[in-house]
């Protein structure tokens, strides 16, 4: 990632409406939304991704992004996260996914970045991921696809001892 810092204004964690954000992030998040459908219907992604990014002038992501979804897509209860790619929200799952990726695009900051993830996900996919979501927040930034740092409260992991209430149930994912 270049050194040139990148100043953008923050984001809610809490649902915003899809063609509301940042032109970075809709591709992104139709990216995901994309995978997860697509994946799950046993069809390849990769025949609507292509053309997609293609007209984004973005074809670069596919494998990074690809490396990211595939461990990302060992957590059932972050795909469920992910609404269906024609939603006309953004979802929580969707937020958090999205802080993770500005994290380390906007400050290089991993802790930070996991720690949006590690309500979902185990220390072992958090190890595993770093890197493709590393290569994945560079390639977005090279290709002018910016993320929005986010605020608020994060969804609290399972894997927090520390945590005294569990807050995840207040949210409701679809």
């Not at 915003?16 to 994946?39: H, N």
């Not at 060992?74 to 024609?86: D, E, Q």
């Not at 969707?94 to 991993?110: D, R, S, T």
Request: net charge positive.
């Amino acid at each position: 990632m270049g050194k040139k810092k990148m100043s953008l204004q923050k984001a809610s964690l809490l649902s915003e409406e899809f063609d509301r954000i940042p032109f970075g992030e809709r591709v992104l998040l139709w990216m995901t939304r994309v995978w997860i459908e697509t994946s799950l219907s046993g069809a390849n992604p990769y025949t609507f991704l292509i053309h997609g990014l293609k007209l984004a002038k973005a074809v670069s992501i596919i494998p990074p992004f690809d490396s990211t979804m595939t461990i990302l897509s060992g957590s059932s209860a972050l795909i469920k996260g992910f609404p269906h790619p024609n939603c006309p929200m953004v979802s929580v799952g969707e937020q958090h996914f999205l802080a993770a990726v500005a994290a380390i695009q906007q400050k290089q900051n991993y802790a930070e970045a996991e720690s949006f993830l590690a309500c979902w996900l185990s220390p072992v996919e958090i190890e595993s991921i770093r890197y493709p979501l590393d290569e994945l927040a560079t390639s977005l930034a090279s290709n002018k696809l910016l993320i929005r740092p986010r605020y608020g409260t994060k969804l609290l992991s399972s894997h927090d001892k520390s945590s005294k209430n569990n807050e995840s149930t207040s949210y409701v994912l679809h």
